[in-house]
Structures are given as C-alpha cells and as structure tokens.
C-alpha cells in the first residue's frame, strides 16, 4: 500500500561532487524531477519535510471552519463552506500522495504529526468564535496560501507542482467566499461590521506569520531557493500579500490593526510597498511549539479521527489482499 519501494537509489555516499553539479543543472534548465529519478537525499528530505507540513496543514485547517459548518447563517453559506472544508480535505490527499512518491508512508507522517515530530502552519492553533472568523480566514488565511502557493505550481519537484495547480484553483475560490462574507458583515449593521473588524484585528498577524521566519532568520530557504522549490522568499511573499491586501481591507471600510502600517513609495525598487510593524516572532515560535490556544484541541481531533478510522484502513486492506487473492486464482485457472 505505501511507496517505500519508491526510496530511489540515491544515498549519500553517491552524491558526488559531479552528481551534484548535474542535479543543479537539470533544476536550472527547469527540468521537472520526477519520483523515480536519482535525486540528493537532502532534496527528497526537504520535499518530504515540506510536503508533509503542507499536507498536515491543510487537513488540521478543516477544523477551524469545519466549527461553522452546522451553524453557518444560511443554507448558500453552509453549502459554499462545506465544500470549502472538503476541498482542503482533497489537498491533504493530493499532497500526502505527493510525499507517498518521494518513499515516505501516508502512515509515518501521520505518527509524526501526531507525537509532534512534524510541523503543520501556525495559523490552525487560533480560534474561531464568531461567524466572522469564517470570512477572515478564507479572505486573509486562503489569501495569504495563494500568495505562498502560486509560486509552488512551478516547483522542480513534479508532482507537487501539479497537485498545486489544481489546490491553487481552489484556493482562488475559497478566497474570494471569504472576501465575499467580509463584504456583506462590513457593509451590513453596526453590530456585523463590529464583528467583521473584531476578526480582522485577531487573524491579521497569524495571518502575517504565516510566511515564517524573517529571510534573516529562517533555516530552509537557500538551498529551497536554490533548488527551485521555493521560487521566492518568506519575506518578499509576505510583503505581496500586505501590498494585495491594503486596497481590500480599505474597500472594506475596516482597519488593520498596524499603526505603523504606512505606503512607502521608495520601496520594491521605487515601485512603492507597504512598511508594517514588527511581528511578534515569540508568539509565533510558542504557537509552533505547541503552545497556541488550540494546539492541543488539533492534535486530540486529528488523533481521534486516526483511531476511529483505524478498522477502515483494516477492512480496506484485507479487501485489497482478498481481492488480489481471488485475481490469482482467476489468472491460474485461465492458464
Ligand atoms: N507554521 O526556513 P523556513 C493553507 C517553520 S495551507 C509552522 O522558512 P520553509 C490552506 C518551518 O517549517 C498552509 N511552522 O522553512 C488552507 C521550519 O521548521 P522545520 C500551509 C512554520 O519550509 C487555508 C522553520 O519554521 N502552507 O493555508 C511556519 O523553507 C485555509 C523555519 O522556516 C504551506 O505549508 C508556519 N507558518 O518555509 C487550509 C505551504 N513557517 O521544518 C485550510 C508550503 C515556517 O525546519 C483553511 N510550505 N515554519 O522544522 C511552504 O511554503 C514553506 O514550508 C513555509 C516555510 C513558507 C511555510
């Protein structure tokens, strides 16, 4: 069932300065690896580590919408929503079949997110009380995975940037359900423009954070860079998104909750940006660290949905096996 057999023949000890060197070139022509290629194993690592992240990500991020599903206003919002959450189930599929490729099992992951060992985005670990929540979060979490996913449809690894494409597509629509909610709660009575700007002023950091550490900072991103696996940093992918996102909140009539928020025309090589304020990178590292308000509500859901469903990944395999049983038995009585 799982793609161990798929671990390619690279190992360290093969990694030569010249295998190396080809590797690169094959990523600087913008050749596409694919799984069975002969790859660094820093590469497959990285991939791996990042992929899963994404996947975790994006099955951990069902749980703060899916708190509105049953309580959404009305039957178009319950609707749009729902498929919204099971669409961010789909990406989890499509992205831990990606890592599957890269020789990891759907399983390994699955233990490491659940004793801690791997990561998922920050911005699952934060509440959401008010309806309004559910219209930050598609405008401002989903706007801000566009942001960072776009450029991940060109990544060097193949199958990740084709299940990118689609995940992208989707993403789009979710943003603009989100924006959408903002729209009619900041444009409507006191009390639901009150509640739009109450959600904005708690999801616009998380949101900021998102990107992760400062280039500065972050441990990841040369060599991600180098390889074409990121195509831009954490940092130029944070500035767009305050630079797309200003304009939106101002055809809200909201505020983002940044005094120094500022446009500065000098910036981004006189193309003019936005200056904002500092972040609160111990926030951050308390929220990665398991130490946000739902960090722990995410991982008893996660491992409870691991154990319920463990009779369905017995019943499915022992199908698979009598299935494959009987095919045998088929194939030896045509001969
Ligand atoms: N949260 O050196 P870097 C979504 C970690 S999907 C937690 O910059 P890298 C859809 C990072 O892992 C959201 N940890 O690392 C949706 C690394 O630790 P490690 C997820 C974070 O990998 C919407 C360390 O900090 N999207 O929203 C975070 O080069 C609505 C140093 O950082 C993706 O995963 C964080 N925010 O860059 C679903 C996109 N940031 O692993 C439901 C793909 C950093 O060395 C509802 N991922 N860290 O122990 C990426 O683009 C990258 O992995 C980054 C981090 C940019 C997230």
Known sequence: MYSQGLIGADSSSDETPEFMAAFQQRIDREEKIE??????????????????????SEI??????????????????????????????????YLYSAAETLGVSRKQMTEELLDGR?????????????????????????????????????????????????????ESFHQRQGYEIMVTLAHGAPEQKEMAQDALNRWWWP?????????????????????????FTNDELRQKFVDATVPQAEYLGLSLPDPDLKWNPDKNDGK??????????????????GGGMM??????????AWDDGEWVREAALAHAKKRKNQQATQNVAAE
């Open 295 to 304: 960090n722990k509500d995410r991982i008893a859901a996660r491992k409870k």
């Open 118 to 170: 791997a990561k998922y985005s920050s911005i699952f670990n934060y509440p959401t009380p008010t309806w309004a929540d559910i219209g930050a979060i598609g405008w401002l979490v989903d706007g801000a995975a566009i942001m960072n996913q776009i450029p991940l449809c060109r990544c060097s690894f193949g199958p990740y940037a084709r299940a990118m494409v689609r995940v992208c597509k989707e």
């Open 60 to 93: 951990v991020g069902m749980l703060p919408e899916g708190n509105w599903v049953t309580r959404a206003p009305t039957l178009r919002r319950k609707t749009a929503l729902l498929a919204k959450v099971q669409d961010e189930g789909g990406h989890g599929l």
């Open 272 to 289: 003019g940006s936005y200056d904002f304020g500092p972040i609160d990178w111990d926030e951050f590292w308390r929220v990665v660290k």
């Open 35 to 56: 799984p069975n290629d002969p790859m660094p194993s820093g590469y497959r690592k990285t991939l791996i580590r990042q992929i899963g992240q994404h996947a975790h």
């Open 207 to 231: 949101s900021m954070m998102m990107f992760g550490p400062h280039d500065s900072d972050n441990t990841n991103s040369d060599q991600s860079m180098a390889w074409k696996i990121k195509r």
